[in-house]
């Protein structure tokens, strides 16, 4: 595949496809099971996306699989009422460019609501656009690039900063139970490796944890006692 392979509704069912560097896989209709045209287990070769969308109108939903699935390039939700749903997964969505959703059309995210469910691991940036509703609060997530939110109340589970360059949390408050910062970009004492420019609460009876890298804080930082 070197240029879209659109999904309306089907799935492939038997030969994964080889996808090019500028493919995209589109999933345009509702889709509750995924085939091997993304193939789970895989991070690279047959049957492993570079980008991957949701159209205008369509859904992804990886229903309670404990499946792993990678995407080598972007995940994008923008369609219009497009939507994405991990709420019970108990896999890893592993997205090695950037996530991003909302920042055109209005779109949903339904994210877990219970500890210890799914994980989605991102390589590039974490970009909300205010179009974006989400549900759930209890997700976890591993983000090597930056955090731009326009999520009003947004929440995480566990947010865990593991860059290995500069990377910048922006825009509205997110509250988490547990903050990590372990990004590796060097050990110098007075640089800043990441940087929180919008306001943070550590939920109650929350975890801050900063094992490597330095912090910045812009904003509001607020630690809540049980």
Known sequence: ITNQLKMDGGS??????????????LYDDTHTSIGTEWTAGASSGKGV?????????????FGSTSDNYTCTGNLTIDGASASLDVADMTGTLTVDGNLSLGTSNSVTMT?????????IVIGGDLILGANT????????????????NGVSNMAFGL???????DQDVTGSKITVDSLVVANTQNAVVDDTDVDFQGDVDIAPGGVFNPIDGTTKISGTFTMKSD
């Open 133 to 148: 509703t989400v549900t759930g609060d209890e997700s976890n997530i591993e983000l090597g690039g930056d955090l731009a």
């Open 159 to 165: 947010l865990k900063m593991t860059g290995s360059a």
């Open 111 to 119: 994210l877990p609501s219970a500890e210890g469910t799914s994980k």
């Open 49 to 61: 996306p570079h980008h991957v969308a949701v159209g205008a109108g369509s859904s992804l939903d």
């Open 12 to 25: 492939v069912v038997v030969n994964p496809p080889i996808y090019g560097a500028a493919s995209t896989l």
